[in-house]
């Protein structure tokens, strides 16, 4: 079903994910998270930015334990564990928070 | 739970021609979500996925070389690359991604996961694998 | 009446272009395109085949396919020419026929 952002019609797949992620913005971005209940706070803006800047460089999108540890390394290891990032995107945040980034969904992914 | 086996994938094909090198690439990093002891082989033209400096640009498909990169931090950190198939293709290892690892077990120093072996060598190594799939 | 045959497989991951090669009348021109690419190596265990075609035969290499696979010009064999989609459109319009070797 396509999203309505800044009245563009932004065209997902069957789960929500982005069809198309050169169409990603950060007002998609908050459309996604609010389809999937959450409000966009800066620890979410965090993990987003994070996903996004991993995809650029290597084309996927990390799976949890990978994003996890990376994010522990970056952000520091009060936030690289499952359950700051749980508590975050409660629906599993490889899932959750790739969707909001618009990118694919992941491989391996929880 | 469940026992970690020794998994190995072999690569024996050019990237983009044929759709077998991206398929292994994304087995090997749902087998290696799994906690699963995953290293990768590079032999015939498997060679070719390793080359550095690719840009799919002009013919419209997705350049999942920057991919490979990724493997370290998948803790796929083995990766042999054949000698014999390098030297048959005129190449050098200088040739190819500079791939690396975090070693954990050594305050996460900076690790090369490409080693270059010969084909007796890689027999050997694929003699101690309990799983070996071929792409 | 000359022929420009094209050639998409690796030398060594499929006999293509030997057979192209063995087939190829002088004057042909041949096109290694997609993982054909590969052909136009220099220093490979199969750059002769191509070094002795080259008295009576043109080669053409398709150079999106050579950049994709990260292959710089500085390594193809001497005398391959690398041309992009507009030439591999003039080499079909100029040779009568096009053979395609898959």
């Known amino acids: ?34 389809a999937e209940g959450i409000d966009m706070s800066t620890n979410h803006w965090e993990v987003v930015n994070f996903l996004r ?8 999108a990390p799976a949890v334990r990978v994003l996890t540890k990376a994010i522990g390394k970056k952000l520091g290891k009060d936030k690289g564990n499952s359950k700051y990032l749980y508590e975050l995107f409660p629906y599993g945040p490889a899932k959750q928070a790739c969707k909001i980034a618009g990118l694919p969904k992941p491989t391996g992914c929880v | 739970m469940s026992v970690t086996k020794k998994l190995m994938y072999i690569n024996r094909r050019a990237p983009y021609g044929t759709i077998y090198a991206w398929e292994s690439l994304e087995v ?8 699963q002891d995953v290293s ?6 498997g060679i070719y996925q390793l080359l550095k400096g690719q840009d799919t640009n002009d013919i419209g498909m997705k350049n999942f070389s920057p991919t ?46 490409i080693k270059v072996v010969s084909s007796s060598e890689l027999a050997d190594i694929m003699e101690q694998q309990d799983v070996l799939y071929n792409f | 009446m000359a022929t420009l045959h094209t050639v998409n497989k690796s030398p060594t991951d499929r006999n293509t272009l030997e057979a192209c090669l063995r087939l190829a009348k002088g004057g042909s021109s041949v096109l290694m395109i ?6 136009a190596l220099k220093g490979t265990q199969k750059s002769g085949i191509v070094e002795d075609a080259m008295k009576d035969i043109k080669f053409y290499v398709l150079g999106g ?15 391959v020419n690398v041309v992009d989609y507009a ?5 079909a319009t100029e040779n009568d026929r096009v053979q395609s070797w898959l």
């Not at chain 2, 090997?28 to 906690?35: D, N, Q, R, W």
């Not at chain 2, 990768?40 to 033209?45: L, P, V, Y």
């Open chain 3, 87 to 91: 030439g591999f459109v003039n080499l």
């Open chain 1, 53 to 60: 800047e991993y995809y650029e460089e290597y084309q996927i």
């Open chain 2, 68 to 113: 490979y990169s990724a493997l370290g931090d998948f803790e796929v950190t083995q990766i042999f690359v054949e000698k014999e198939s390098l030297e048959a293709r005129g190449l050098a290892l200088d040739d190819l991604m500079h791939l690396t690892y975090e070693d954990e077990d050594e305050d996460y120093a900076e690790k090369d996961s």
């Open chain 3, 65 to 79: 396919d050579l950049k994709a696979r990260g292959i710089e010009e500085n390594k193809l064999i001497d005398g």
């Open chain 2, 40 to 45: 990768m082989a590079f032999i015939d033209d």
């Open chain 3, 34 to 39: 997609e993982d054909g690419v590969y052909g």
């Open chain 2, 28 to 35: 090997v990093l749902i087998g290696a979500a799994f906690e």
């Open chain 1, 1 to 34: 079903m396509p999203i309505e952002v800044g009245g563009k019609s932004l065209e997902t797949d069957e789960e929500g994910y982005l069809a198309n992620l050169s169409e990603w913005s950060e007002e998609a971005a908050t459309a996604l998270a609010e």
